[in-house]
């Protein structure tokens, strides 16, 4: 399977930005899925991550209440909807799947244990 992320782009303070992340395969509806993002300068980090039932979702600290991780399986698709953006959310966005455990009610939480990546998009927040 491979993931497609867009959705990136230029925004002010307190805009909002929806991102998507498309598999290539109906698989794709079988596996958590998580978005990371990686600031200039800075490590990558998790943002939220979703069941492959969207059942459950966990979102980081400082996302939580701005952001919210969704998926529509019957579109393959898991969407990243941002709101309140502030500049410290610049960063590159990556969606990533993790394939080993297919219907599973997992959220995995570490990038190691993501085996598919998308290729990431460009979201930029002036103040």
């Known amino acids: 399977v491979q993931l497609q992320a867009s959705g990136g782009g230029l925004v002010q303070s307190g805009a909002s930005l929806r991102l998507s992340c498309a598999g290539s395969?109906?698989?794709?509806?079988?596996?958590?899925v998580a978005w990371f993002r990686q600031a200039p300068g800075k490590e990558r980090e998790l943002v939220a991550t979703?069941?492959?039932?969207?059942?459950?979702?966990y979102y980081e600290d400082p996302v939580k209440g701005r952001f919210f991780i969704s998926r529509d399986n019957a579109k393959n698709t898991v969407y990243l909807q941002m709101s309140s953006l502030k500049p410290e959310d610049t960063a590159v966005y990556s969606c990533?799947?993790?394939?080993?455990?297919?219907?599973?009610?997992?959220?995995?939480?570490?990038?190691?244990?993501?085996?598919?990546w998308g290729q990431g998009t460009l979201v930029t927040v002036s103040s």
């Open positions: 979703i069941s492959w039932s969207g059942a459950t979702t």
């Open positions: 395969e109906r698989t794709f509806s079988t596996y958590p």
């Open positions: 990533a799947a993790e394939t080993a455990y297919p219907r599973h009610d997992r959220l995995p939480l570490f990038g190691f244990q993501y085996d598919v």
